[in-house]
């Protein structure tokens, strides 16, 4: 053992490295108080912070976002910052060089970063959420996933759309859930003979008859345009949810062809009806001739 001591003794000075340990000592223990204060801070801030946020309505996603990414990373930065100074680090050359740093890499991201405003604003403006029907960007489906970067929907072929947040923001955006109840327009043609009232009886009535149409408020059937071969009108038809919007948009189409077919009434074609109200003698001399 003294001749383990005396060989440490060779090559270390053991009054200087005890000299400086003690000095260092204090310093390592303020490093660790700051680190736990921060520690102790962010837990009850947390709290504090949450249920501010739930009281002025903010989305859980937003919530979950502000509180355990932004301000936990900030305020262990912070610390972080604070704990090297306390251990005599110069942390003014790398603030610098983060601060450098992230400009370069806020050029570099420019779109990312846009996306990441426009996810915040989708989360505080709430234009739709999670389970609602959207149609944007000529996508339609349901709101799956919304994150900070993108807005993910599943169409009803089942495919998954990945949309940037930026994109939605800067386009016009339709919810067909916002308001709960939703209508549903179905056009239909009939013949310019046919009663538009023997019609829209018989569509009301094979309408009315589906089990997930509302009866209030009731359905209608309304002249949408007269078209070129055929008077367009239009069923406009309840139901309780956008879930049902599609299948129930096909079903009525089909419930109407069926009722009208039954009812005698004609569904038109489209085609073209060409009048001759006068030809002159000379022309159809020459018509004759050609023919013979």
Known sequence: MDQFISFIEQWVDVK???TQVIEFAPKLIAALLVLLAAWIIFRVVRKIFRAALKRVDFQPPLIDLLVDKILRYTVYIIAIIMSLDQLGVDVTTALAGVGVMGIAVGFAAQDAVSNVIAGILIFWDKPFQVGDWIETEEEYGQVTDITLRTTRIRT?????????????????????????ELRVDVPIGIAYSESIDEAREVLLRAVSAMDVILSDPEPGVVVDELGGSSVNLKIRAWIDS????????????????????DAGIEI???????????????IWQQVKQQQS
Do not use: C, M, W
């Not at 956008?242 to 077919?261: H, N, P, Q």
């Not at 038109?268 to 000379?282: M, N, R, S, W, Y």
């Open 242 to 261: 956008a879930d049902d919007a599609r299948s129930t948009y096909f079903k009525i189409s089909e419930t109407g062809k069926v009722a009208l077919d």
């Open 16 to 18: 200087q490295l005890t």
């Open 156 to 180: 009803p072929r089942n495919t998954y759309v990945v949309i940037p947040n930026k994109r939605i923001i800067d386009e016009v955006l339709e919810n067909f859930t916002k308001h709960g």
């Open 268 to 282: 038109p074609f489209p085609h073209l009806q060409l009048h001759v109200d006068k030809v002159d003698e000379a």
